[in-house]
C-alpha cells in the first residue's frame, strides 16, 4: 500500500513526547474517513520491524508542500472515535479474511 507514491513501509515517524523522549513508529495502514486521511501506527523494534505487541496509534495525516506526510494529533474527541471505530473495522475484516 502507498500514501501519495510512497510505501507505507518505507515511512517512519518520529513523535516527540512531552517528557523529552522520542519513539520511531511504523505506518501499519492508511485509511480515509469523512473526507480525512489517517495513519494507523505501531512503535517499531529495530530499524523497520512494526511491534505487534504494542497498541496502535491513530493521527492524521496531510501532504506538505513537498509532498511529505505530516502528522497531526487528533484533538477532537468525536473525531477520533470515528476514526478508530472505522480502523478496528478494517482490522476485524482483515481478520476474518485469514
Known amino acids: 500500500?502507498?500514501?501519495?507514491?510512497?510505501?507505507?513501509?518505507?515511512?517512519?515517524?518520529?513523535?516527540?513526547?512531552?517528557?523529552?523522549?522520542?519513539?520511531?513508529?511504523?505506518?501499519?495502514s492508511y485509511f480515509e474517513v469523512n473526507h480525512k486521511q489517517y495513519f494507523a501506527m505501531l512503535p517499531l523494534k529495530g530499524k523497520k520491524e512494526l511491534d505487534f505487541s504494542q497498541s496502535y496509534v491513530l493521527y492524521e495525516v496531510v501532504e506538505d508542500e513537498e509532498k511529505n506526510p505530516v502528522v497531526l494529533y487528533i484533538e477532537d474527541d468525536l473525531e477520533y472515535a470515528i476514526a478508530a471505530q472505522y480502523f478496528s473495522n478494517q482490522l476485524a475484516k482483515e481478520k476474518n479474511k485469514q
Open 1 to 28: 500500500m502507498e500514501f501519495m507514491g510512497k510505501k507505507l513501509e518505507d515511512l517512519v515517524v518520529t513523535l516527540p513526547y512531552e517528557d523529552g523522549t522520542e519513539v520511531d513508529y511504523g505506518v501499519y
